[in-house]
């Protein structure tokens, strides 16, 4: 893997980490203190600054009270973009409540067109 790409995907779990710690109103002390590791540490990681092992971010998740796949679920690029595809693009870096805020659109749109 090239070096850019490497540290692309760093950077990108870091973020993802970041976003689901504050969803979960978390600060970085509290995280760290769920998962066993050093406030600074956590930091670094968020910042895509550390590479992690997985047994660090095993630690990670289970301070975030996640899966190993939530983690990781539309980090990376899709090759070919259907309009499922487009949609979880659109909303994966939102928060949750504007993803379920765009649930609740889908399934009325939904109900709307069945009952036509």
């Keep these: 893997m090239p070096e850019e790409s490497k540290s692309d995907i760093v950077r990108k779990i870091g973020e993802r980490i ?3 710690r504050k ?3 978390l600060s970085q002390e509290q995280l760290a203190e ?3 590791l ?4 956590v930091g670094q990681v968020e910042r895509g600054e550390k590479n992690v092992t997985l047994e660090t971010l095993e630690k ?3 301070g975030l009270g996640i899966s190993l796949e939530e ?3 539309y980090v990376g690029p899709m090759e070919e973009k259907d309009a499922l595809g487009e949609i979880m693009e659109l909303l994966v870096d939102r928060s949750v ?8 659109l889908l399934k009325t749109v939904i109900d709307w ?3 036509k």
């Design 18 to 20: 970041r976003r689901m």
């Design 23 to 25: 969803e979960k109103h």
């Design 34 to 36: 769920l998962s066993g």
């Design 38 to 41: 050093h406030t600074n540490y």
């Design 60 to 62: 990670v998740v289970l």
């Design 71 to 73: 983690l990781f679920r």
């Design 97 to 104: 409540e504007d993803q379920r805020m765009a649930l609740s």
């Design 113 to 115: 067109e069945e009952k």
